[in-house]
T-cell receptor, first 117, second 110 residues
Framework: GAVVSQHPSRVICKSGTSVKIECRSL??????MFWYRQFPKQSLMLMAT?????????EQGVEKDKFLINHASLTLSTLTVTSAHPEDSSFYICSARDRGQGNSPLHFGNGTRLTVT | AQRVTQPEKLLSVFKGAPVELKCNYS??????LFWYVQYSRQRLQLLLR??SRESIKGFTADLNKGETSFHLKKPFAQEEDSAMYYC????????????FGQGTELSVKP
């Protein structure tokens, strides 16, 4: 089945530093990937839509300069949390859809637990 | 505005009891809805989608356009069904993104 790999699974960083999270589709190509943020036992909040070869589309209230998204290839999207603050601590999840299957269900990565100290 | 609502944060039942996890949606177009499940320490995975009309792990969900609902049901809950369940709506006209309800934690007691 379709697999989405997310790396790292866990990261701790100091305030003011930047952290990069990678999302890869392992056995399919994805023109579109989605980045979500999840708080404990709460819903997934869509942050942005990552489009291969073009700019990401951010949801209302998400700072594009803070959460930099790059979708350089059909199998890789990255989310960089810049100048991280403790309030950025959260669980970040990426997802992707197989480009060859129209509006098929999204496949999700395992998530990245970010802790900012 | 499009929205997915799961009114129950926690649902606790005994093993063998019927289960219904509620989901209501708001969407002006023709909806495509999904149920995702997240077991402890695992990634989110698709449970079922309404267009396939499948029954997965004994769960079913019927789309009721009149009531704008897509409730998830299982006649006899098992302990291994304990997990977080999320109802999701596909937004065709917005790049195919998926928006989620708040989630319901199902706890099945022995």
């Amino acid at each position: 089945g379709a697999v989405v790999s997310q790396h790292p699974s866990r990261v701790i960083c100091k305030s003011g530093t930047s952290v990069k999270i990678e999302c890869r589709s392992l056995d399919f190509q994805a023109t579109t990937m989605f980045w979500y943020r999840q708080f404990p036992k709460q819903s997934l909040m869509l942050m942005a839509t990552s489009n291969e070869g073009s700019k990401a589309t951010y949801e209302q209230g998400v700072e594009k300069d803070k959460f930099l998204i790059n979708h350089a290839s059909l199998t890789l999207s990255t989310l960089t949390v810049t100048s991280a603050h403790p309030e950025d601590s959260s669980f970040y999840i990426c997802s992707a859809r197989d480009r060859g299957q129209g509006n098929s269900p999204l496949h999700f990565g395992n998530g990245t637990r970010l802790t900012v100290t | 505005a499009q929205r997915v609502t799961q009114p129950e944060k926690l649902l606790s039942v005994f093993k063998g009891a019927p289960v219904e996890l509620k989901c209501n949606y708001s969407y002006s177009g023709s909806p495509e809805l999904f149920w995702y499940v997240q077991y402890s320490r695992q990634r989110l995975q698709l449970l079922l989608r309404h267009i396939s009309r499948e029954s997965i792990k004994g769960f079913t969900a019927d789309l009721n356009k009149g009531e704008t609902s897509f409730h998830l049901k299982k006649p006899f809950a098992q302990e291994e069904d304990s997990a977080m369940y999320y109802c999701a709506l596909l937004l065709y006209n917005q790049g195919g993104k998926l928006i989620f309800g708040q989630g319901t934690e199902l706890s099945v007691k022995p």
